[in-house]
């Protein structure tokens, strides 16, 4: 169902808690949706220092995509819902950093030499990276190859090596 659908009354009911312990944890419906989907995105970025290439990352991510399409399309009207928007874009900068950390040597020298630069570039993959996700799961496509195959052809060259 929509995420814009579902009620703070109706979780707790199904949960077995008092909104009072609803909004301990969480503001919203939506906010607890985005907590739970970055939380697996996170185990799912575990993989990023076993990686052989960012492309491992950005598959491991687009399976966890996959796994919860009918949640991430849920909270889709015609976008993610901005809370489930931001954590996947906080996770995904994330993720990048951790790459550049791990391969400093892929970093062009603008970039290596001024953390601003390289702040907007990774916001600048990071956007991009969700706006493809978006367009995937609008298109019904569960062809994760070809996903991961063309985020990564859209994606600078430099990201790649």
């Known amino acids: 169902m929509p995420i814009g659908d579902v009620t703070v009354a109706a979780i707790c009911v199904e949960a077995g808690v008092t909104r009072d312990t609803f909004y301990r944890h969480s503001d919203s419906a939506v906010a607890l949706l985005a907590d739970a989907l970055a939380a697996e995105i996170a185990e799912a970025m575990e ?5 052989d ?7 491991a991510l687009l ?3 996959q796994r919860r ?4 399309r849920g909270a889709m009207h015609p976008l993610l819902a901005a809370p489930v928007r931001d954590n996947l874009d906080r996770s995904i900068r994330a993720g990048l950093l951790l790459w550049v950390e791990l391969h400093p040597e892929i970093l ?4 290596a030499t001024d953390t601003a630069a390289l702040a907007i570039a990774v916001a600048y993959a990071a956007s991009g990276t969700v706006g493809a996700i978006e367009e ?6 569960d062809d994760i190859d070809r996903a991961v195959r063309l985020i990564l052809a859209a994606s600078p060259e430099w990201w790649l090596r």
């Open 108 to 111: 062009p020298h603008a970039f």
């Open 69 to 72: 399409a009918r949640v991430y």
């Open 136 to 141: 995937w799961l609008r298109s019904g496509d």
């Open 63 to 65: 399976e966890h995509v």
């Open 47 to 51: 993989i990023l220092p076993r990686a």
């Open 53 to 59: 290439a960012i492309g491992d990352g950005e598959r």
